[in-house]
């Protein structure tokens, strides 16, 4: 696989976890700052502008940019890997040469915050058939998958803490973790609970922050200030917007299909990736993700992460940055999930792995209703 773009400059806010001074536009904006600062360029370099949670012109007048290539995908947490996405298109077909693709969001401030609907309307799918129910967040939404999942494979709720556990230990190595406070599998079990089978700290936090992207075609990236990061492979897909229509709650069908597209694209198999990203907004995400995407068999992820193999030291690193448990989530965390890789990629990351060359960054929208995942490489041709 030859790369169509790489990633040339990569910033998150200036601060995370409480913003109290800046809208959530704001938070975008000092985000975007950053990585054009990180990439060298300037601002009348960017013509193309992809945002989710504000709209892309609001955005661009703020920046004072005049972009001729808008991407507004609002679909949840995986909306900006899809932006990566759509950008590679773009950008192969000459609709533009560079882009920014920006994440700012006041999830616990809440400062002039925009977003998607929430509780579900009346008039949506959800309002009408999950929600006179009780299920209108996201514990009460992913609680009939997990406890499936767990019944199925014949799982205890140590399954979930040992997700949990195993982030925490990556997330000490990170100084700007939310949770950095190594917690056991007995205090994870013994924590207030929320939502039965989440306990609170299988639970994301909620926070302040925002990260951009810029991207540009990967011949160009080589006359580039930074050390280029290229994108192999891409992937997108959906399932239900209901959590109680999915074909089978123990396994994604859209985790399935966006994996294996990226996959496919970039030309490689599991055995060749040396880094995971999954988005975990709760503890049992990384168990469909690791399984979805081919690396555990059905059933299997639970007693691969228990085993210490995507902790520190293990065969396969898996969210290094302490992941959205104890990282940060702002409410749409699939940005920051690609800053990590990214990082580790470039030799920057807090907790920075030997010489990693292929990062495989996953992301899902909703409760299970789309995914996206982008497959970053050190190399523009694997």
């Not at 995370?16 to 975007?32: F, N, P, R, W, Y």
């Not at 929600?131 to 999942?149: D, E, H, N, Q, R």
Request: glycine letters at 10%.
């Amino acid at each position: 696989m030859n790369a169509r773009i790489a990633v040339v400059g990569a910033a998150e806010s200036t601060n995370m976890g409480v913003i109290e001074d800046l809208s959530q536009l704001g938070i975008a904006a000092d985000a975007s700052l950053n990585a054009v600062r990180d990439a060298g360029i300037s601002l009348s370099d960017i013509d193309g502008i992809a945002i989710a949670g504000e709209a892309p012109a609001s955005l661009a007048h703020y920046l004072g940019i005049q972009p001729t290539w808008l991407d507004g995908t609002s679909v949840g947490g995986c909306s900006f890997l899809m932006h990566v996405r759509h950008a590679a298109a773009a950008i192969a077909s000459g609709l533009c040469k560079t882009v920014l693709v920006a994440h700012g969001e006041s999830g616990k401030s809440r400062i002039a915050a925009t977003g998607l609907p929430w509780p579900p309307p009346p008039s949506s799918l959800a309002g009408q058939f999950e929600a006179p129910f009780g299920a209108i967040s996201s514990p009460t939404m992913f609680t009939l998958p997990v406890l499936k999942y767990l019944h199925e494979h014949g799982l205890g709720l140590e399954a979930l803490a040992h997700v949990v556990v195993a982030q925490r230990k990556w997330a000490a190595q990170n100084p700007r973790a939310l949770y950095k406070e190594q917690i056991s599998v007995e205090e994870v079990l013994a924590a207030r609970m929320i939502a039965y089978p989440f306990t609170r700290p299988m639970c994301c936090p909620l926070t302040d922050g925002g990260g951009a992207l810029i991207l540009v075609a990967a011949e160009k990236a080589k006359d580039m200030a930074e050390r280029p990061v290229y994108v192999i492979g891409t992937g997108e897909s959906s399932e239900s917007p209901l959590i109680s229509q999915m074909p089978d709650l123990t396994s994604s069908g859209a985790f399935k299909r966006s994996g294996a597209q990226a996959f496919s694209e970039a030309n490689i198999c599991v055995k060749d990736v040396d880094h995971v990203m999954i988005y975990d907004a709760f503890a049992h995400l990384p168990l469909y993700g690791l399984e979805a995407l081919g690396f555990c068999a059905a059933g299997e992820a639970a007693g691969f992460i228990a085993e210490g193999n995507t902790a520190p030291g293990g065969s396969l690193p898996v969210n290094t940055n302490g992941g959205g448990l104890s990282y940060m989530h702002s409410g749409m965390y699939g940005m920051y999930a690609m800053q990590e890789s990214v990082r580790q990629l470039r030799g920057r990351a807090p907790a920075q792995l030997a010489d990693p060359r292929i990062s495989v960054c996953h992301g899902v929208g909703g409760m299970f209703a789309t995914a996206s995942t982008i497959i970053f490489s050190t190399e523009a041709s694997v």
